[in-house]
């Protein structure tokens, strides 16, 4: 259940039961339960006329069930790269990682293929790497980010990922980190210019 919460932006009992393959009853209970103990957050959200639908997502200490990649010990050698060679070296060392990755993504993403193909291939891979993808139009959209604890330590890595990405769809990306109390995610949104054909 937690796994389709943190994998939408919230979800109302009915969905969540069809997803789950439960009864609404049951599923009902171990939401109301889970609110209660502080995991779920519920929220009344209007789609035209007619009665708002009742959606529960992940509160904070929800978010906090799905565990990052243990960085401790990336984050102290890179540090430990910048005292011993320069204040540069953990961004040439984190460069090195994400042009691997674009190696990688390149390799297995045709350029062939039109965008929504492209799409579909690197959410398959940022599945493996944990990141609980989902494609929305033209834009990639991540539930979960393993890597958090580089991000945080190493800011500029947040723009080595956008380019890796940029290259892999063949369209310029924006990565936007949206964190509330109970919602995170990352989007890769399509960035186009005025006159940018296409």
Do not use: W
């Not at 389709?4 to 339960?33: I, T």
């Not at 209660?36 to 997502?57: A, D, K």
């Not at 540069?88 to 990682?97: G, P, V």
């Amino acid at each position: 259940m937690a796994a389709e919460l943190k994998r939408s932006n919230g979800l109302p009992v009915r969905d969540l039961a069809e997803r789950l393959g439960m009864s609404y009853m049951g599923v009902k209970a171990q939401c109301l339960a889970l609110e209660e103990s502080g995991f779920l957050s519920s929220r009344n959200v209007h789609h035209g006329t007619g009665r708002p639908q009742l959606v529960y997502r992940l509160s904070a200490r929800g978010q906090k069930l799905f565990q990052t990649d243990d960085n401790r010990l990336a984050i102290d050698l890179l540090k430990e790269a910048q005292a011993l060679f320069g204040p540069t070296s953990a961004e040439k060392l984190l460069y090195q990682f994400f042009q691997k990755r674009g190696a990688e993504y390149a390799r297995k993403i045709p350029t062939e293929k039109p965008l929504e193909a492209k799409l579909a291939a690197l959410a398959a891979l940022r599945e493996a790497e944990g990141c609980m993808p989902r494609v929305e139009g033209e834009t990639l959209v991540e539930s979960h980010c393993p890597l958090s604890g580089i991000f945080e330590a190493f800011p500029a890595a947040s723009s080595m990922e956008e380019a890796v990405v940029s290259k892999a769809l063949g369209l310029k990306v924006r990565r936007h980190v949206l964190a509330t109390g109970d919602h995170y995610e990352i989007r890769f949104e399509a960035f186009r210019c005025e006159g940018d054909a296409g």
